[in-house]
């Protein structure tokens, strides 16, 4: 930059415009390309629930920025002093005795890049399932301070066994930026639609300034898409083929737990017939507590059912334990446990609703231990938890195609346990159920 200080006069955007005007086709298929440059600051955003947004702000503005300015900078430098250089200019800006440090720098980068795309991975799969579009996944917490900070198993060796079939099938770095640049246009779109309506329907914004938004960043970001579209033979199908993968799984699993609740609920019957159905099963009541997670819907749990009717006993206190998810990241300590009293004298029991933030860990135990109402301090020690375990079989039930069953019931034989996913002691946990056909 020294040696050809007139390169600097590359971050005025009139020649970026006298190109459009001059060649516009060349200059849309070039948009293809030059959105690589741009590429990899989103993923500076998916560790900003980690490390807060100010952080991230400081990092781009007065880190990466001024970095990436300096080195595109001398990129072009160098490729206008030595067209030969444009076949790595990165690499070629350094000397040679410094591009196998370089090397192995670029390296460690990509690690730390990485990071930061399975960080989000984990994250949004988690919120995934904690709106119904995944199974239950076994989250571990890597973190006593950070509730963002997770790891997900599955989700790993997914992402791991996906980066080797990456590798296999492109080989080199430059087939599979034309599949990366459709992905991250195609992220920002997205990103910059789902703003717009959060915008409107939440903030309230006004529909002048939504157009503006609109205009200001959906216009750019779609050309960038629309140019990306035309590497769709070249790897591009490659993102669309996992999106529409993803979609079709979590679409398969939403309309599958619709109808297996739907089949359940008719199974269990409804939670104001309960007090009749003790009244005829006349179960004996026996000391201790009995903990029934069951799902929020009014219905009597089915472990409830089968131990009353199989056993003919009732412990002394009853909890039916339902968990809802909010959705906001973090539901306040003191507004997690809500009671009510269902029936009264022997046949009384009380239904306990967990709410949670979609980013808390559903820690049932450890919510009702902090509850601050009087009716449930109970021996958590000694507390039996009952699961309502539900065998999901194929039918000839046209709901949903035999491939999407098939689908459904792999899923749902490789979710994670309950006893892991809610923390229930597993000394105490008992798992009642029935079959449930499809």
Partial sequence: MLRDPAIIAALLPTHAFLFILDRPFLAFVAMGAVVLSITGAEALYADMGHFGARAIRAAWFFLALPCLTLNYLGQGSLVLDNPSASSAPFFLLAPDWARLPLVVLTTMATVIASQAVISGAFSVSR?????????????????????????????????????????????????????????????????????LVHARTSSHWGRGRIVAMALAFGVLELAFFAANLTKVVHG?????????????VMLTWRRGGEVITERRTRLEGPLEGLGSFLAREKPMRVPGTAIFLHPNTPTIPLALRVNVHLNKTLHEQ?????????NVPHVPASERVRVE????????????????????????????????????????????????????????????????KRLFIAI??????PITYFRLPQSRTVSLGSTVYL
């Fill in 236 to 248: 591009g199908w490659l993102p669309l083929l996992i999106a529409s993968s993803v979609t079709f």
């Fill in 412 to 417: 749902a034989h490789n979710a994670a346990s």
């Fill in 341 to 404: 009293e269902i029936g009264s004298g022997a046949h009384q029991v009380l239904l306990v609703q967990l709410h949670f933030g979609f980013k808390d860990e559903q820690n049932a135990p450890m919510a009702l231990l902090g509850a601050a109402d009087a009716r449930l301090h109970h021996e958590h020690t000694q507390a039996v938890y009952f699961l309502s375990r539900i065998t999901t079989e194929r039918s000839d039930d046209p709901v949903m195609s035999r491939a999407r």
């Fill in 318 to 326: 009853v909890l039916i334990v339902s968990t809802i998810v909010e």
């Fill in 127 to 195: 919120e995934a399932q904690r709106l119904g579009f995944l199974p239950r996944l076994t989250v571990r917490q890597t973190s006593e301070h950070e509730g963002g900070q997770i790891y997900v198993p599955s989700i790993n060796w997914l992402l791991c066994g996906g980066v080797l079939l990456l590798i296999a099938l492109f080989r080199t770095s430059e087939r599979l930026a034309t599949a990366y640049g459709l992905a991250v246009t195609g992220t920002l779109l997205l990103t910059t639609t789902l703003f």
